[in-house]
Structure formats: structure tokens, C-alpha cells
């Protein structure tokens, strides 16, 4: 049974997620290149650090080059029997080109798409994963300590093989993307009539009851609290990548996401022009994810 991990990437997930197995009762020994926020000083610390027999190691770094670099470093290090598990949001083809890259020498790997932001270290982390049904039972205590209390299967899920977790992560953020869009729509409609004068008023009716009760409406609801107007911050809505794979594997199997891939070109269009339902959902990407925002520049 796993008790002791090691975490590589302490930013704002990783931090909150070395918190939240620390309460669970897993021990874990971090490692990020931010020594203000490091347990160790270097991989090969973290490494020596964790008990021997099947050592874990959770990676949780951005995506691209900079996961790549650090699982190969891992595999350079780890020996037959030790696992990585790689939590970031990588495409999902990545995956079998880590495991592959690990198998000679004997170490498992594992993916899993994690979701809850940085509400994760109160609420828990929806996680799917992918990977061998072997080794998914061997780190279950860390998926245990890390996801919401409650039934374990309201919020984990073993997906199937390796890669199946981060393609589970992308589809869920894709219809993120739908949902963001709908009710930022919605509100963006509220407002442009004058006939609703309590607009928040009105979306926080919706949040108990009624059938577009959610949390992401909750959410929506909070930042117009702190924010009536929305003023503060710019129409500028980013795209971080899963929402144009989630497209492209639409487009791939023939499959058709006309409401996800309008939400995706609906963030291309927050980039020409003020739209208030494109600040509701840079609001909401703030509220539920810390992701930044670009502030509102001066009124024209």
C-alpha cells in the first residue's frame, strides 16, 4: 500500500494537492524548481527521499516539453517496480509514448486527468485515470486521499488503458467549454434588456431548484458578487489547449460538437471586440481554475 509519494510541481494545483494527501494521510516529499516551495532540491532527491520497494512519483508540471523533460529524467532514475504518474493536462497520444519509454526498464506509468482547480484543496479532485488495472489499485490510497469524500465512484473513475484519463480530461473540458458559454450567453442577455434589474439576483435564483443548477453557476454568481459589473477585468478569454483537442478528435471521428466548438470559437472572437458574455466567462476561468485575467483597460 502506498503511503509515501513524491510530487514534482508545486504550483498552484501542485501545492494544493501535496496539502490535501498530507491531510489524507499520504506523506510526500515535493520537488519544484522554486526552492522557496521544495521539499528537496533536486529530482534525484526526491528519488532517494521515497521508500523503497514501488516508489511513486505524481508529476504535475505544464504540459509539452517541460512533462516530457521531467518523465525522462524520472525514468533515468526510478528502477523496475516504481511508477509515474503523470496528472498534468497532456494530450492523450503523449501518454503512450511515455509508457513506452519507461517499460524497459520496468517502471509503470499511469495518467489521469484531475479536476477542481483551485478549490481542489477544499473540495477534493474529480480524477480519471488511465493505466494498468494493477497498478491502479497499488496507488488507490493516493486517488483516495485526493478525491471528493463521498462514493468513489462520484469522483474517480478508472477510465481504461494508458491515455484513456487525460482523453476523459479533455472531453469534460470541453463541454466546460459549452457550458461556460451558455450561461455567459445568458447572462450577457439578462443584462442587454432592462426589464431584469437584479441580474446576479437572478442567476442566484437559479442556484437551488432549478435544472441549470450548478456549480459552475455558483460560481458565475460569486464573481458578480465581488464584481457587479464585471469592470474589472477585459473580455479577453484564453484557450488552453483542451478545447481545440477536444475539436480535433470531433472532427477526427466524425463526431458532432457544434455547441463545444462554438464556445471554442467564441473565445477566438472575445480577442476582436468587447463582448460582456466573454468577460462572464473570463470571470468564471478566474473563479474555478485561478487561471489570470487581462484587466480592463480604460473606458473608450
Not at 511508477?83 to 524497459?104: M, T
Not at 485515470?129 to 463521498?150: C, Q, S, T, Y
Not at 478569454?237 to 466524425?254: C, H, K, P
Request: no cysteine; proline share 5%; net charge negative.
Amino acid at each position: 500500500m502506498v503511503t509515501h509519494i513524491g510530487l514534482v510541481g508545486l504550483g498552484k494545483m501542485g501545492a494544493n494537492m501535496r496539502s490535501r494527501l498530507r491531510a489524507g494521510g499520504i506523506e510526500v516529499t515535493g520537488f519544484d524548481r522554486n526552492p522557496d516551495v521544495s521539499d528537496v532540491a533536486t529530482l534525484a532527491e526526491l528519488v532517494e527521499a521515497l521508500p523503497a520497494g514501488q516508489r511513486v512519483v505524481w508529476v504535475m508540471v505544464p504540459s509539452g516539453p517541460i512533462t516530457r523533460g521531467v518523465v525522462t529524467e524520472l525514468g533515468e532514475l526510478l528502477t523496475s517496480g516504481d511508477v509515474v504518474v503523470e496528472g498534468g493536462n497532456s494530450h492523450f497520444s503523449d501518454d503512450a509514448e511515455h509508457a513506452a519509454q519507461l517499460a524497459p526498464r520496468g517502471i509503470g506509468y499511469l495518467d489521469v486527468g484531475v479536476s477542481g482547480g483551485v478549490w481542489g484543496l477544499e473540495n477534493g479532485y474529480g480524477l480519471m485515470v488511465g493505466g494498468d488495472a494493477v497498478l491502479v489499485e497499488d496507488v488507490m490510497p493516493v486517488f483516495d486521499a485526493l478525491r471528493p469524500d463521498g462514493p468513489r465512484d462520484e469522483g474517480f473513475v478508472h477510465a481504461g488503458a494508458v491515455g484513456a484519463g487525460h482523453y476523459a480530461k479533455m472531453v469534460h473540458n470541453g463541454i466546460e467549454y459549452g457550458l461556460m458559454q451558455a450561461y455567459a450567453e445568458g447572462y450577457e442577455l439578462l443584462e442587454a434588456k432592462d426589464i431584469v434589474t437584479d441580474v446576479p439576483g437572478t442567476l442566484k435564483a437559479w442556484t437551488r431548484g432549478t435544472v441549470v443548477r450548478s456549480w459552475l453557476l455558483d460560481l458565475l454568481v460569486k464573481a458578480l458578487e465581488e464584481d457587479p459589473e464585471l469592470g474589472a477585468i477585459s473580455d479577453w478569454v484564453e484557450d488552453s489547449g483542451e478545447g481545440r483537442w477536444t475539436v480535433d478528435e470531433a472532427i477526427d471521428s466524425a463526431v458532432p460538437l457544434p455547441v463545444i466548438s462554438a464556445a471554442l470559437f467564441a473565445r477566438f472572437a472575445s480577442r476582436q471586440g468587447a463582448s460582456p458574455a466573454m468577460k462572464a466567462v473570463a470571470a468564471l476561468r478566474q473563479q474555478f481554475g485561478g487561471h489570470a485575467v487581462k484587466p480592463a483597460g480604460p473606458a473608450s
